[in-house]
Each structure stands twice: as structure tokens, then as C-alpha cells.
């Protein structure tokens, strides 16, 4: 048997939801923390009241508030009430002429906010909101980046929702008066990420100077994992060290203890990134990119350090130790990152160094006579002089 949570509408199984709530004799169930926080905040628009008993426990419903504009309210609101009526999973739906605006109580599990909306510009009317752009640190998951809007997407008030991994920055047409900026961060972070302010439409050398001290923070991280991974190597090859390969398994083990502990400030802060969104993952009952470095690391340090530490338990001669493998794949990764990273650099400042070589004026004739004029008076039906 499945459920669905009352906030987002999402489908569950009851065994496997993030969190559950006891509210006026109901249960309800969640599929993540942002849902239950929602939830905490006011949990009354989820129940539906009856006008017999004032409380029926087959529905729950959500309430928004939304500004319109666009065209004549007051001749046009019984239109625009029948016709959101007429979708299915809208319960009531009330127009203030005064204020310009429209309060829509539905069923999220029927109709999401972005199908009232779209329902609302159908008609002609033109829904208020406010848009936003935040950055997001170390995005660099393509899987995450559906994670992060479906997340956005179900927050109260949220109209709609685009992360671009490019610029690693989410756009987010909002209600204010349904939600507000710290909570969309609290979306975003609650799968491990932390946010900035966007700087896709910060000047051109903003923009080279945040990309210089990202590129040059996972350059410092790799030089730490590379230098790390050095005599980690050394050791786990130790047969075709000179000095090694003349040690007893006794002063070996010795040794091999102390690249375990080398190997851990690579996986925590040269790795950190990697954990953290693991972790965030795993929270949402998700995998993505950095659960799989995360594991993969992980189990090779948690194998190493009990091959170590209890070498009876395995066949003779094959308890030996992977802690190059942790420090070499962190390695590579972060690497890749940051190389990545001054392409992507590289390419941008390309690009808009190449807009900026088109014309900012242009040689119109008109009447007979020509004349220079900004590109942005140029006007439709105009002959150009080329």
C-alpha cells in the first residue's frame, strides 16, 4: 500500500518515508525533510474540514495564495474561477479584486502549482512572482541537478524551477508571500550543497575571479591527495621498493597503519565534497556520482584498516592493504574537477568576449539620408546599410 505526502503530493510506501506526523487523529507521511518542515510550520491546510464534523480524514489539501495582473480582474473572475474549478483536484478557489490576487485551495496529489499557473496564463492573466538566481558550490552531479528541482518544486510557493549545471545556479520563480528566499537555500541544501550568490550576471571579471579561487581551492585539494598518494603507493607496492621489500610483515603492518591515517584528512577534506553529498543522498533514499566515490573509498579505507588490524581472519599472504586506492581515486576525481572547471571558465569568458565584438551601432537609411544609430533603435522595416 502506498501513500502520499500531503505537502508535495509524491507516492510512498509507508515503511520507507522520511518522517511521519500525528495530526488530529491522522497520520501523515513524508518523503523528505523539507516536506517536514513545511508540514511543521502550519499543519492545518492539509486537513480537509467537513461541515458536519470538521475533520474527514480521506483528503488533504494545500493552500496558495497567487498575485495576478494582466487584465481586468473583476470582469473576468468568474470566468477565472470556473475554469480552475473545472481541473481536477481544485477544491475552492476565491478572487480578491481588491488586492489583485487569487487563492486556490487544491489537492497536490491531483494538480501541482506549475498546472495552475499554466491554467491562469491561458486565460490571458499574468501570474506575479519574483525571480531569483542562487548559486550552488560544487555542483557538479548531473543526476543532482533533477534532485535539486524536484526539491525546489515542491517547496510551498514555488512556481518553477531550472538548475543549470554550467553555471552551477538554480533560476526559481517564487510567491514571497508563500515562501521565501532561506527556504529555497534550505531546499537546495538538504542534498549537501551549499549556496552562493549567482554570479552568471555579475561582471565579466567577478566572474573570472570566482572562477580562479573555485579552480584554485580543488587544485590545493589534489596536490594534498597526490602528495598523500606518493608513499601510500610506495607502501602498497612495497616489493619493488629497495628499502621496503627487506621489512618484516610485522614492521609493514606498522607502517600500513600510518598510511591509514594519512589516507584520512585526503578522504575528509580533499574528499569532503563527495561525503557530504553522499550522505545528502542517502537521506532522500537517492544515489548519484558522489555515492559512488564516497563507497567506493570508504569500503577500500574500512577493508584496508581491518585487513590490518585483524590479518587472522584472512588467508595467509593476502591480508594486505588498498589505501592507495583511496587516495589515488580522490586523486584523480578532484582532478578532473577542476580541470573541468577552467574549460568551462575558458569557454564562457570565449564566449562573451566574442558578444562583445558585435556591432553597437548601425548605419539606417531613412527619408534618403543614412545615419548612425544604436542597434536597439533599429526598428522593423528599416534599411540597413551593410
Same mark, same amino acid.
Given at each position: 500500500?502506498?501513500?502520499?505526502?500531503?505537502?508535495?503530493?509524491?507516492?510512498?510506501?509507508?515503511?520507507?518515508?522520511?518522517?511521519?506526523?500525528?495530526?488530529?487523529?491522522?497520520?501523515?507521511?513524508?518523503?523528505?525533510?523539507?516536506?517536514? *518542515?513545511?508540514?511543521?510550520? !502550519?499543519?492545518?491546510?492539509? $486537513?480537509? %474540514?467537513?461541515?458536519?464534523? =470538521? #475533520?474527514?480524514?480521506?483528503? @488533504?489539501?494545500?493552500?496558495?495564495?497567487?498575485?495576478?495582473?494582466?487584465?481586468?480582474?473583476?470582469?473576468?473572475?468568474?470566468?477565472?474561477?470556473?475554469?480552475?474549478?473545472?481541473?481536477?483536484?481544485?477544491?475552492?478557489?476565491?478572487?480578491?479584486?481588491?488586492?489583485?490576487?487569487?487563492?486556490?485551495?487544491? *489537492?497536490?496529489?491531483?494538480? !501541482?502549482?506549475?498546472?495552475? $499557473?499554466? %491554467?491562469?496564463?491561458?486565460? =490571458? #492573466?499574468?501570474?506575479?512572482? @519574483?525571480?531569483?538566481?542562487?548559486?550552488?558550490?560544487?555542483?557538479?552531479?548531473?543526476?543532482?541537478?533533477?534532485?535539486?528541482?524536484?526539491?525546489?518544486?515542491?517547496?510551498?510557493?514555488?512556481?518553477?524551477?531550472?538548475?543549470?549545471?554550467?553555471?552551477?545556479?538554480?533560476?526559481?520563480?517564487?510567491?514571497?508571500?508563500?515562501?521565501?528566499?532561506?527556504?529555497?537555500?534550505?531546499?537546495?541544501?538538504?542534498?549537501?550543497?551549499?549556496?552562493?550568490?549567482?554570479?552568471?550576471?555579475?561582471?565579466?571579471?567577478?566572474?573570472?575571479?570566482?572562477?580562479?579561487?573555485?579552480?584554485?581551492?580543488?587544485?590545493?585539494?589534489?596536490?594534498?591527495?597526490?602528495?598523500?598518494?606518493?608513499?601510500?603507493?610506495?607502501?602498497?607496492?612495497?616489493?619493488?621498493?629497495?628499502?621496503?621489500?627487506?621489512?618484516?610483515?610485522?614492521?609493514?603492518?606498522?607502517?600500513?597503519?600510518?598510511?591509514?591515517?594519512?589516507?584520512?584528512?585526503?578522504?575528509?577534506?580533499?574528499?569532503?565534497?563527495?561525503?557530504?553529498?553522499?550522505?545528502?543522498?542517502?537521506?532522500?533514499?537517492?544515489?548519484?556520482?558522489?555515492?559512488?566515490?564516497?563507497?567506493?573509498?570508504?569500503?577500500?579505507?574500512?577493508?584496508?584498516?581491518?585487513?590490518?588490524?585483524?590479518?587472522?581472519?584472512?588467508?595467509?599472504?593476502?591480508?594486505?592493504?588498498?589505501?592507495?586506492?583511496?587516495?589515488?581515486?580522490?586523486?584523480?576525481?578532484?582532478?578532473?574537477?577542476?580541470?573541468?572547471?577552467?574549460?568551462?571558465?575558458?569557454?564562457?569568458?570565449?564566449?562573451?568576449?566574442?558578444?562583445?565584438?558585435?556591432?553597437?551601432?548601425?548605419?539606417?537609411?531613412?527619408?534618403?539620408?543614412?545615419?548612425?544609430?544604436?542597434?536597439?533603435?533599429?526598428?522593423?522595416?528599416?534599411?540597413?546599410?551593410?
Amino acid at each position: 500500500m502506498t501513500v502520499h505526502d500531503p505537502v508535495c503530493g509524491m507516492e510512498i510506501e509507508p515503511q520507507s518515508a522520511f518522517a511521519k506526523r500525528e495530526h488530529m487523529g491522522q497520520t501523515f507521511y513524508f518523503c523528505s525533510q523539507s516536506c517536514v *518542515d513545511q508540514f511543521d510550520k !502550519d499543519p492545518h491546510p492539509y $486537513v480537509m %474540514t467537513s461541515a458536519t464534523t =470538521g #475533520f474527514n480524514p480521506q483528503a @488533504t489539501l494545500t493552500r496558495i495564495e497567487l498575485p495576478v495582473s494582466g487584465m481586468p480582474l473583476k470582469e473576468h473572475s468568474t470566468h477565472l474561477e470556473s475554469t480552475l474549478l473545472a481541473l481536477d483536484g481544485v477544491d475552492e478557489v476565491k478572487v480578491n479584486v481588491s488586492t489583485g490576487r487569487l487563492e486556490v485551495q487544491y *489537492d497536490a496529489q491531483k494538480v !501541482d502549482v506549475a498546472r495552475l $499557473v499554466s %491554467t491562469v496564463k491561458s486565460i =490571458g #492573466f499574468q501570474v506575479g512572482g @519574483t525571480n531569483v538566481k542562487i548559486g550552488i558550490e560544487n555542483l557538479r552531479c548531473a543526476s543532482c541537478v533533477k534532485f535539486i528541482e524536484d526539491e525546489l518544486k515542491a517547496t510551498h510557493g514555488v512556481l518553477n524551477a531550472t538548475v543549470n549545471i554550467a553555471t552551477q545556479e538554480a533560476t526559481v520563480d517564487y510567491v514571497p508571500q508563500n515562501t521565501t528566499l532561506s527556504e529555497l537555500n534550505k531546499a537546495i541544501e538538504t542534498w549537501g550543497y551549499k549556496t552562493r550568490p549567482a554570479t552568471s550576471e555579475a561582471p565579466v571579471d567577478k566572474q573570472e575571479e570566482a572562477h580562479a579561487r573555485e579552480y584554485r581551492k580543488l587544485m590545493n585539494k589534489f596536490w594534498f591527495a597526490a602528495a598523500v598518494a606518493v608513499p601510500v603507493m610506495a607502501t602498497a607496492y612495497y616489493q619493488v621498493v629497495p628499502f621496503l621489500r627487506d621489512l618484516s610483515m610485522d614492521s609493514l603492518r606498522v607502517l600500513w597503519g600510518m598510511t591509514a591515517l594519512l589516507t584520512l584528512p585526503v578522504m575528509f577534506w580533499s574528499g569532503s565534497d563527495f561525503f557530504t553529498g553522499a550522505w545528502a543522498a542517502f537521506k532522500h533514499r537517492s544515489a548519484n556520482m558522489n555515492t559512488l566515490i564516497a563507497l567506493g573509498t570508504g569500503a577500500a579505507w574500512l577493508y584496508s584498516t581491518f585487513a590490518i588490524l585483524f590479518p587472522s581472519v584472512f588467508p595467509e599472504g593476502t591480508s594486505e592493504p588498498f589505501f592507495d586506492v583511496v587516495a589515488v581515486v580522490i586523486a584523480l576525481v578532484v582532478l578532473g574537477q577542476a580541470l573541468e572547471l577552467r574549460a568551462k571558465g575558458q569557454s564562457s569568458s570565449a564566449i562573451k568576449k566574442l558578444l562583445g565584438l558585435q556591432a553597437k551601432t548601425a548605419r539606417v537609411i531613412r527619408d534618403g539620408k543614412e545615419m548612425d544609430l544604436p542597434v536597439e533603435e533599429v526598428l522593423v522595416g528599416d534599411v540597413i546599410q551593410v
